[in-house]
């Protein structure tokens, strides 16, 4: 058990998610700091010390919310799922919402290197920006609330360091626009942040509802996170399950030859 101290003492942080590698432990943490009018929210990636105290700081966004009207802004919670820390401790963040940038810290936190890759955007059917709006609405419940929502997708949905050093990308197109029985089309880039090839993994699994671990040579699916979150703040029009839904599970793949 760990008592975190954080760097600032005014806030109290929420830990969101939490990933090692090697001596490197890094938690994505949530605080609000109140002041006149309003207050921030901030998301921080840190590094977590053996003796509680949060030190490096790898990441950060600060949002204004003024209480006089409150704009939601669906980038703040984009670090969700494009972080990872690799084998060495060093981790990879995708940072921007709109644009296929990496960028690799040390474990001092000190920059590595940036993995870019050119890639036009994809943008939203009216379906999908309706979906995300849906979302924002039932996780963000404030009388007057506005929401400022992007016509494109994210470049990169998600990061996942691999063994080998290098990571693995999985883009907006490799998500939405994945063949059907697959879990998606992945960027492979190897340890020196040069891009190596695609990638498409054959399984059943959804990286818009499902929730994807990589560990070692497998990949575990955890089914209907998303739907599973909804339902605890309350489903949102148009994203309700059906009754007759199947149960949360998890599917282990082996991926023994996914890297050669």
């Not at 490096?56 to 939601?72: A, C, E, G, H």
């Not at 990879?92 to 920059?111: F, K, L, M, Q, W």
């Not at 994945?178 to 998606?184: E, Q, V, Y």
């Not at 509802?209 to 990589?214: I, S």
Request: hydrophobic share 35%; charged share 30%.
């Amino acid at each position: 058990e760990v008592r975190l101290v954080g760097q600032d003492e005014d806030a109290s942080p929420a830990t969101f998610d939490a990933a090692r590698g090697g001596p490197t432990v890094v938690l994505q943490n949530f605080y609000q700091v109140f002041r006149e009018g309003g207050f921030d929210q901030v998301m921080r990636l840190e590094r977590l010390e053996t003796n509680g105290k949060l030190s490096t700081r790898y990441f950060q966004n600060v949002v204004p919310i003024d209480m006089s009207k409150i704009v939601v802004n669906e980038t703040f919670r984009d670090l969700q799922g494009r972080w990872d820390v690799g084998p060495d401790g060093r981790v990879y963040i995708a940072e921007t919402h709109a644009d296929y940038v990496i960028r690799v810290c040390n474990p001092d936190g000190s920059i590595d290197r940036v993995i870019t890759r050119a890639y036009a955007h994809r943008k939203r059917s009216r379906e999908e920006f309706q979906y995300v709006l849906d979302i924002q609405r039932t996780l963000n419940r404030f009388p007057g609330i506005h929401f400022d929502i992007d016509e494109n997708d994210r470049d990169i949905i998600a990061i996942w360091a691999r063994p080998d050093g290098g990571c693995w990308v999985l883009t907006s197109r490799g998500c939405y626009d994945r063949p059907p029985g697959t879990l998606g089309v992945f960027d492979a880039f190897d340890g020196e942040g040069r891009f190596v090839r695609e990638v498409t993994l054959a399984g059943v699994g959804d990286p818009v509802q499902d929730f994807y671990v990589f560990i070692g040579e497998c990949v575990y699916v955890v089914t209907d996170v998303l739907d599973g979150i909804l339902a605890l703040h309350g489903e949102a029009e148009g994203t309700a399950k059906s009754e007759t839904a199947e149960p949360m599970s998890v599917i282990r793949y082996s991926m023994a030859d996914a890297d050669r």
